[in-house]
């Protein structure tokens, strides 16, 4: 029986093959939840720099938020993100969900991503 890190893998592999090959040369929207807290950043793969990132951990939503990983702040996160981006100049990206299911904390970011002006 496979160990569930090697399924994890392979689903994320999974995820960002099919990201890439439809990206079109857009920055992808990648995130990370972990037990306390939600990452998410905004990557050009091209020359490989991060051009926006936001997490629950960040000074101005740890005030607001005791608890990092709620759908709250997976929504703050997402709205700061957007906010981010948008300023760095990009308005398109595609959204990579790593190996995690788009439901929860992540559809939470997501959606909040998009009602704060990033389209994907």
Do not use: C, W
């Not at 490989?48 to 702040?73: H, R, V």
């Not at 906010?83 to 990206?93: D, F, L, P, Q």
């Amino acid at each position: 029986m496979a160990k569930s890190s090697n399924q994890t893998a392979r689903r994320k592999a999974r995820t960002r093959f099919s990201i890439k090959a439809a990206a079109h040369g857009r920055p992808r929207l990648s995130v990370f939840r972990s037990g306390r807290h939600i990452y998410a950043q905004v990557i050009n793969d091209e020359s490989g720099a991060t051009l926006a990132a936001a997490s629950s951990t960040d000074e101005g939503l740890k005030s607001k938020s005791k608890i990092g990983n709620s759908k709250d702040a997976a929504a703050a996160v997402g709205k700061l993100l957007a906010e981010r981006a948008t300023k760095a100049g990009v308005k398109e990206v595609i959204f990579d969900r790593g190996s995690y299911l788009f439901h929860g904390r992540v559809k939470a970011l997501a959606d909040a991503a998009r009602e704060a002006g990033l389209s994907f």
